[in-house]
């Protein structure tokens, strides 16, 4: 939490860069790498983080490290970890079971058989219901709504403030 004695210090907000499998499937810990004011690339899949990373000239070693669990210290990417698939296949099947294709269509673009994406369907939506409480915000016994109405303002401030600094 040392970002946000900082961030508070300094008046800032802290961002986070889970992309779009990282946040989809909870591969965060809720005030880790989680905890975040603001995750511009969440709406990312990962193929797109790439593009967009080569795009902006990001330095090729960069571009190649693959990203790991930083949970164990058994060598293996995330994909592996979680899955038992590399990230771009998962990426691939994430997007098809969110745009709903059929398991036998999306098979062979990826190289899987249907059944293997089948069951990948299923995973990735087991993972939703297990991490969906990674992506609520605290429950009150009671609203505060003066405080409500402040959070919105906030939020709306900080996204119109994110929209002006990519346009």
């Known amino acids: 939490m040392i970002e946000y004695y900082y961030a508070d210090l300094l008046r800032y907000a802290v961002v986070g860069t889970p992309n779009r499998l990282e ?79 059929p398991a036998a269509d999306l098979a062979p673009v990826v190289g899987l058989e249907e059944e293997q994406v089948e069951r990948l369907y299923d995973v990735i939506e087991s993972k939703r219901r297990a991490t969906r409480y990674l992506h609520l915000a605290p429950a009150l016994v009671e609203p505060v709504n003066e405080v409500e109405r402040i959070k919105n303002s906030a939020g709306k401030v900080l996204k119109s403030a994110f929209q002006n600094l990519i346009t």
């Open 23 to 101: 946040y989809d499937q909870g591969l965060f810990v809720k005030n880790g790498d989680g905890a975040a004011d603001l995750k511009p690339i969440a709406h990312l899949y990962k193929s797109q983080v790439s593009q967009l990373a080569a795009y902006l000239g990001v330095p090729e070693e960069i571009q190649r490290r693959m990203p790991t669990t930083d949970t164990y210290s058994l060598e293996q990417t995330q994909g592996e970890f979680y899955f038992s698939l590399p990230l771009d296949k998962v990426d691939l099947c994430l997007y098809g079971k969110n745009e709903a294709i």
